[in-house]
């Protein structure tokens, strides 16, 4: 690794890109036509993301980010909860490229399967979030409570406000997370795929529309303001919810 690389941008970047290759690739895995995991189910791809999500951190974390946030709605929460709100700018760009970049990565790393799946709306899901019932307000919702939870635990993992002298020690904490949102994921991820990451959403999104993907479908843009508004709202209330009563 070049030192001079090392950045909080590049750790959000680098990271978010290892979250989303490993995510959506496990979906483009179970969803794709003659994939080797085609058909596994909803358990290979809840597991599949919590590793991801463990893989990202600690990649973001060793390329400079000491926050490893890899998720806007965590960002903005955050610097509700501290007040500090310089790191915006830098890791939210940082957070949506990466997502795109490991969206391309899905796409070359399962090049041949596109052509020959059939589904258009498999291939958009191998990318974004797609509601099991499009009910757009409910949508909202679950991604509200999913959202409010990964910041709420994630909150009591990495700190000892919520945990006093039980404090979880930190090198923990990545492989800690990794299981939070395995367990969001089997749990609340049902109704709309548990985005709970604007960035993990929004990212892979706008690949999918400008990369010539085969057979593809449109981006399903009427629908991506849930998987960005619903993160954001739950992961701020989950931060409220500190200050007032932490």
């Known amino acids: 690794m070049v030192h001079s690389l090392v950045s909080p941008f590049m750790g959000e970047f680098m990271g ?3 979250l989303v290759l490993l995510g959506d690739g496990v979906v483009a895995g179970v969803l794709l036509k003659r994939s080797k995991g085609e058909g596994a189910g909803w358990l290979t791809i809840t597991t599949a993301w919590g590793i991801a ?3 990202g951190v600690v990649t973001s974390t060793a390329w400079g980010s000491p926050d490893a946030h890899l998720n806007p709605a965590i960002t903005v929460a955050s610097a509700i909860l501290t007040g500090d709100f310089h790191k915006l700018p830098i890791y939210i760009p940082a957070q949506i490229l990466g997502a795109m970049a490991g969206a391309l990565l899905v796409w070359l790393a399962y090049l ?12 958009l899901g191998c990318f974004c979030t797609i509601p099991a019932i499009r009910k757009p307000w409910a949508n909202a919702i679950a991604e509200i409570i999913g959202s409010y939870v990964l910041f ?19 090198g923990l904490s990545p492989f800690l997370v990794g299981f939070l949102v395995w367990g969001i994921g089997m749990s609340l991820g049902g109704p709309t795929g548990y985005a709970i990451n604007p960035a993990r959403d929004f990212g892979p999104r706008l690949a999918h529309t400008l990369l010539p993907i085969a057979g593809k479908r449109d981006g399903d843009w009427g629908y ?3 998987p960005i508004l619903g993160p954001i709202l739950g992961a701020v209330l989950a931060a ?6 932490g």
């Open 240 to 245: 409220l919810t500190i200050k007032l009563f």
């Open 152 to 170: 709420l635990v994630i909150a009591g993992i990495t700190s000892k406000a919520l945990g006093g002298t039980m404090g979880v020690a930190v």
């Open 224 to 226: 991506a303001w849930v």
């Open 53 to 55: 999500v463990f893989a």
């Open 112 to 123: 041949p399967h596109w052509a020959i799946t059939d589904d258009a709306d498999a291939k």
């Open 16 to 18: 978010t890109m290892v």
